[in-house]
């Protein structure tokens, strides 16, 4: 555990995941306790897992809040819960999505969607098998506390950021920002159109990006890698990537029309594991999307095709 500044302590948890390690934060509650941002993945022996955590704390755990409902925010959610009590709080959208996901699976509709994107039969099987695996690690909670833009937790006011995730929401207060995955250093997050997904995630994502640099916190805690120390800063690198980004999906649509997993293709090229060949088919979409919100490409069905083609 570190003391990231007076009243915030990170925890940083091992992934079995492309990125190896997602961290949760503690913030000082105004009774003396603590609030907990973020679960980790669930665990098979969550006693093993969190009594260490629980026991170098000075006061109770006294509520718990999930940013986001990907598997390693909102995994661990019902083993702390259970072990300490606590009322789980998560954003009123994302909750949705939560159930929608985790609650309520549809392989059939897994199978379709991949399919109807170009994703051969073999990448969609280990998509499948790798996805059934890490279902087992999503101890949801049903029913949490649901939160909305505005809201206050404590005195730390919520945001709604989408594009990570829907419904993904951050807590702010004196210009700290509790993340998620909403901004990273390093590296950056994973926009991707999905079965469930609001219709165009980079939109949403690129008006995250102009909320962050209109805040403009002093610094973001966020779910992996370093703080952020100039928000608004990185958030216009971020944005200037994605610019990037949109021209060379734009540059791959030329000629016949093309799937998502094409594009993906040529935008992340190589033999990459099933996981992340879906993480780069699901970026492809949104760009895709983007293009054709902004009238840069057109859909010939599920494919997509260059303007005037």
Known sequence: MEVVEKGVRRITFALPLGIDHVHCYLLRSSNGGWILVD???????????WRPVLDELD???EQIVVTHM???HVGGARDIQELTGAPVLQGREDYD??????????PERFVAYWSSHGMPGLTID??????????AAVHWVEDPELLDAGDEVDGWRVEVLRGHADGHIVLLRDGVMIAGDTILGGITPAIGLYPNSRPDPLGDYLQTLDR????APRVAYTGHRDAVLDPAARAREIRGHHIERLAYAEEALDGE????YDVSLALWPGDLPPTLRRFATAESLAHLERLVHEGRAGRAGLKYVSVGS
């Open 39 to 49: 679960t980790g993945l669930g665990s098979r022996e969550p006693e093993a897992k």
């Open 59 to 61: 006061a109770p755990i």
């Open 70 to 72: 990907h598997p390693d």
């Open 97 to 106: 999505q939560c159930v929608a996901a985790w609650g309520r699976r549809d």
């Open 126 to 135: 280990g998509i499948a098998r790798e996805s059934e695996r890490l279902m």
């Open 212 to 215: 962050i640099e209109e805040l």
């Open 257 to 260: 029309p093309l799937s998502g």
